[in-house]
């Protein structure tokens, strides 16, 4: 008798449409929760290379000092980096949401913005 009350009631047009609205919710807070990313800005040159660089909160940005000198990266309220050494780097996780212009606190005119969505 319980097989048949499965089978019944997996026949049932409810119970196909309860299923559907499951899988759909498991799908959407799958594709909601991704992994954090990692992204790279490159100091080179006198220059942060992307100037904008965008993402998603959780997210970790690595700044990467390819210059013969000391940089910052710093986003007054957000973040700052301190002294970035030659070959050295410093790795910030983005965690409010908003545009950040951010500059070198050393070289003023290096500028570039981080977008958090």
């Not at 799908?27 to 990692?38: F, I, S």
């Not at 030659?86 to 570039?112: I, L, Q």
Request: hydrophobic share 45%.
């Amino acid at each position: 008798m319980p097989s048949t009350f499965r089978l019944r009631w997996a026949s049932e047009p409810r119970a196909g449409r309860f299923a559907a609205v499951i899988v759909l919710a498991m799908a959407m807070h799958g594709a909601a929760v991704a992994a954090p990313q990692t992204h790279t800005v490159v100091i080179e040159g006198m220059q942060f290379k992307p100037a904008t660089v965008t993402v998603q909160q959780g997210d970790r940005i690595v700044w990467q000092n390819k210059d013969l000198v000391p940089h910052t990266a710093t986003a007054a309220g957000s973040f700052d980096s301190g002294s970035i050494e030659p070959g050295k780097s410093w790795t910030y996780v983005a965690s409010k949401a908003g545009t950040m212009p951010y500059v070198c606190t050393f070289h003023p005119t290096m500028k570039a913005n981080l977008v958090v969505k």
